[in-house]
């Protein structure tokens, strides 16, 4: 994608985004993404859910104009984002992916990444926020731990606090979090959970969610369906109205919600009993 020539520099951004009437196609005959007009104010966290191909992917890739819209507009603070330099644009995004990207160096090169000049402090002080830094001064080597290829010699949870960590860092004003499916044990299920309330934190966040909480403390709930947005609502809000989301919330989530667990359990003991719960045989029980 090229820049235009008259394209501008954002030297600060609040956070509003606008999408006004958005269509996008992959071919003229493959609509993807059908009059999607959504009105974001800075602070806000929007998720994003609805099944495989709703669209959730689309949205969060034309924010950072990884493709252009085919009709309508993007705007961030009010400028068209085709009227922006895509560095400039993308200098105040952060993107956590599913499968965060982290190469064969130590951990604290690993949370600097594509920063310039980054303090030690800053880099244990971005750790803490997220969780990550009492595991990391675990390892034998703290901060100077080599990872190998894609972090592999890291769990799965502890490769998701360090992408965390990376985007505290960052401090970008607009957050994309595509939220990991990946199982982890209980006590890193509740570390993760606090920290993406952290990172979510004053900022304006797009987050493709699988998570029942992330959902619920979610600003705003856009449900997709095939390109096209159904509603838009507080998890409360869209229960009441007992329409797409109610149906999505009653297959996927309702057992797992803290407010229909028993008094007085804590986050950690609910997450541990269905934990126990999965592992139990089909049938098994009484």
Known sequence: IQDKEDAIELDHVEGRVDFDHVYFHYAPEIPVLEDIDLHVEPGETIALVGSTGSGKTTITTLISRG???????????????RDIKRRSLTRHMGVVLQNPYLFSGTIRENIAYGMEDVADEDIIRAATA???DEFIKNLE????????????????GQRQLLSFARAILASPR????????????TQTEVVIQRAL?????????????HRLSTIRDAT????????????????????????????????????EDPENQVVGEDEATILRRRAQLSDQPAGGGS
């Open 67 to 81: 493709y252009e819209v085919t009709d309508g507009a993007i705007r961030v603070d009010g400028h068209d984002i």
């Open 174 to 185: 607009i957050l994309i979090l595509d939220e990991a499916t990946a199982y982890v044990d």
């Open 130 to 132: 997220v969780g990550a």
């Open 141 to 156: 080597h703290g901060y100077d731990t080599v990872l190998t290829q894609r972090g592999r010699n890291l769990s799965v």
């Open 197 to 209: 309330r952290e990172l979510l934190k004053d900022r304006t966040s797009f987050v493709i969610a």
């Open 220 to 255: 705003r709930i856009v449900v997709l369906d095939h390109g096209k947005i159904l509603e838009i609502g507080s998890h409360d809000e869209l229960l009441a109205k007992n329409g797409a989301y109610a149906n999505l919330y009653r297959m996927r989530y309702e057992e």
